[in-house]
T-cell receptor
Framework: GENVEQHPSTLSVQEGDSAVIKCTYS??????FPWYKQELGKGPQLIID?????GEKKDQRIAVTLNKTAKHFSLHITETQPEDSAVYFC?????????????FGTGTRLQVTL | ETGVTQSPTHLIKTRGQQVTLRCSSQ?????VSWYQQALGQGPQFIFQ???????GRGNFPPRFSGLQFPNYSSELNVNALELDDSALYLC???????????FGPGTRLTVL
């Protein structure tokens, strides 16, 4: 089955700096890659996603890049703010038969310091 | 538009008991997926329901079962609870099977 690896597990940046989180996946059949932000005591919130026919997508301070050949995808947050502090999960969707299953990475705890 | 809701928020059970967790899908969504998230880990896929039928399952034993109702709300049932079942249980809904999944706030289950 699909396996998603995520690095780093923790990341501390100063306010205004950029943060980059990297993921790799194993199954070349995966075709959709969402990123979720999870704050303490809450469910994961979708922040950006990318499909396999696109190499890059940007939404204000957040961007995601995808390299299908290398099976890598990354999240870039620019001009970080304290409210960006949370756990971020990458995920890959693979559709097997009639179901679409999200496989998550292990998460990155991002701390933005003043 | 109402998002995905789950009940209860927290639940404490003892080993061997049974539990039912509930999820209301986002309006217009016909697919519901359930995930288990242990502390400090990413969510793990339990199963998915589409139009009241289970259409995919992860590596969870049969004592994890579910239902989806005609209004697309869903239940997760866990029998013979074990200590390792303590986790955050997340429900996610999507407009169709292959679409983006939107998560509810989760139910925190503690098994003593």
């Amino acid at each position: 089955g699909e396996n998603v690896e995520q690095h780093p597990s923790t990341l501390s940046v100063q306010e205004g700096d950029s943060a980059v989180i990297k993921c790799t996946y194993s199954d070349s059949a995966s075709n959709y890659f969402p990123w979720y932000k999870q704050e303490l005591g809450k469910g994961p919130q979708l922040i950006i996603d990318i499909r396999s026919n696109v190499g890059e997508k940007k939404d204000q301070r957040i961007a995601v890049t995808l390299n299908k050949t290398a099976k890598h995808f990354s999240l870039h947050i620019t001009e970080t703010q304290p409210e960006d502090s949370a756990v971020y999960f990458c995920a890959a969707i693979i559709t097997t038969g009639t179901a679409s299953k999200l496989t998550f990475g292990t998460g990155t705890r991002l701390q933005v310091t003043l | 538009e109402t998002g995905v809701t789950q009940s209860p928020t927290h639940l404490i059970k003892t080993r061997g008991q049974q539990v039912t967790l509930r999820c209301s899908s986002q309006s217009g969504h016909n697919t519901v997926s359930w995930y288990q998230q242990a502390l400090g880990q990413g969510p793990q896929f339990i199963f998915q329901y589409y139009r009241e039928e289970e259409n995919g399952r992860g590596n969870f034993p049969p004592r994890f079962s579910g239902l989806q109702f005609p209004n697309y709300s869903s239940e997760l049932n866990v029998n013979a609870l074990e200590l390792d079942d303590s986790a955050l249980y997340l429900c996610a809904s999507s407009p169709q099977v292959r679409d983006t999944q939107y998560f509810g706030p989760g139910t925190r289950l503690t098994v003593l």
